[in-house]
């Protein structure tokens, strides 16, 4: 299954919630699912490489990070991205940490994707 987990903390992050979804979503690909972590796109002076963010955590790069950009206008909308990239990755599920993330994906509804 394609999984795609959406966090509003850039990474990596002193936030202990980001210790969860860093593990999750290593377990969830470790069971063999296709797992996509959405995050915001630190300074480009704060960007460490995929690989040191795995490390940070110290989980295995079984899935991909991808970072969304902060920008003006609709094509730099956060939500405009996900949208995007769920489109392209096909059917699943999208999770969410946060009432600060979640709320707008229940209300943009992602095509009839379940939200949790």
């Known amino acids: 299954m394609n999984i795609a987990y ?8 002193p936030k202990a919630s980001t210790v969860q979804v860093m593990h999750m979503c290593a377990a969830l690909a470790g069971l063999g699912h296709a797992v996509t972590l959405f995050s915001p796109r630190p300074p480009a ?14 989980v295995a790069p079984n899935f991909q990070l991808r970072r969304l950009r902060r920008g003006a206008g609709r094509a730099g909308s956060a939500l405009f991205q996900l949208r995007a990239a769920l489109a392209a990755s096909g059917g699943g599920v999208c999770y969410a940490r946060g009432r600060h993330t979640l709320a707008p ?8 994707r379940a939200v949790y």
């Open 6 to 13: 959406l966090i509003g903390t850039a990474l990596p992050s």
């Open 45 to 58: 002076s704060e960007l460490p490489a995929p690989s040191a963010v795995f490390a940070h955590y110290g």
């Open 105 to 112: 994906l229940l209300a943009a509804g992602l095509g009839g």
